[in-house]
């Protein structure tokens, strides 16, 4: 359960400024937009639904059940998560990418809140379960792990349209609002999901999303990773 700076934490794990390389991906937006998948506010809308109902909460539930585990010093598990994890996504490249930005928040947070767990999630963990153990080592529950990655993701893929889409930042702001519900609910459903086997965590697909980002790594112009 949360301690008394609690609140405060899940702000600081939440917060898109924290140098970790999220600000680098659109989360498959740039992609869908460049593909005439999303043109307008509605087609939007839809998309970052559907990425917080299918990857969304994947990642939540792997971050809550990493946070879980990382709280009763089962840092053994990771193992298996990682395992599954990879199971779920099959595209390499977002593979990579998990990867990648999993490095980039271990290092970010090796410098700005050390701990043992840290170095012992081996050379490439994916993202989420980087943030589970990361969320634990501050104090925070699984449901706020599950509710940070789930911000995390929504709130960047929204940013990354003012620089693929016009649109007014306004109105994208009131897409977010709109989810933030949803958000709340689906944090708990990972939550309660992290309390099963590795095995059962849940795997909603989203196969176009997969095939968007091993065609966008292969584009010769775009302005995010992925």
Same mark, same amino acid.
Do not use: C, W
């Given at each position: !359960? ?14 898109? #400024? ?10 498959? *937006? ?5 593909s005439g998948r999303v043109v307008d506010m509605a087609g939007l809308e839809r998309f970052l639904i559907g990425r917080a109902e299918t990857a969304g909460l994947i990642v939540a539930a792997f971050a809550a059940a990493a946070c879980a585990c ?24 977002? #593979? ?12 970010? !947070?090796? @410098? ?18 980087? *943030? ?12 706020? +792990?599950?509710?940070?990655? *789930?911000?995390? $993701? $929504? ?9 693929? !889409? ?7 702001? @009131?897409?977010?609002?709109? !989810? ?11 939550? $309660? ?7 059962? *965590? ?10 968007? +980002?091993?065609?966008?790594? #292969? ?5 995010? @990773?992925?």
């Open positions: !359960m949360r301690d008394g700076g609690g609140s405060a934490a899940l702000l600081l794990l939440a917060d898109g #400024r924290l140098p970790a390389g999220s600000y680098a991906h659109s989360g498959g *937006l740039e992609p869908a937009v460049a990382a709280a009763r010093d089962d840092i053994t598990a990771m193992a298996g998560l990682e395992t599954e994890l990879d199971a779920r996504i099959p595209s390499a490249e977002l #593979r990579k990418v998990s990867r990648d930005l999993g490095r980039q928040l271990r290092r970010a !947070m090796g @410098a700005v809140h050390p701990h043992p767990h840290y170095a012992a999630l081996g050379a490439a963990p994916h993202h989420p379960v980087v *943030l589970g153990v990361v969320a634990a080592a501050l104090g925070l529950d699984p449901r706020d +792990a599950a509710l940070a990655i *789930l911000h995390e $993701n $929504n709130a960047g893929a929204a940013a990354a349209a003012a620089k693929v !889409m016009r649109v007014d930042p306004f109105d994208v702001h @009131a897409i977010i609002a709109r !989810m933030a519900g949803r958000l709340d609910q689906l944090a708990g459903i990972a939550a $309660n999901a992290a309390a099963g086997p590795a095995a059962d *965590l849940p795997s909603p697909g989203s196969p176009l999303a997969d095939i968007a +980002a091993e065609h966008h790594r #292969r584009s010769d112009v775009r302005l995010f @990773a992925s």
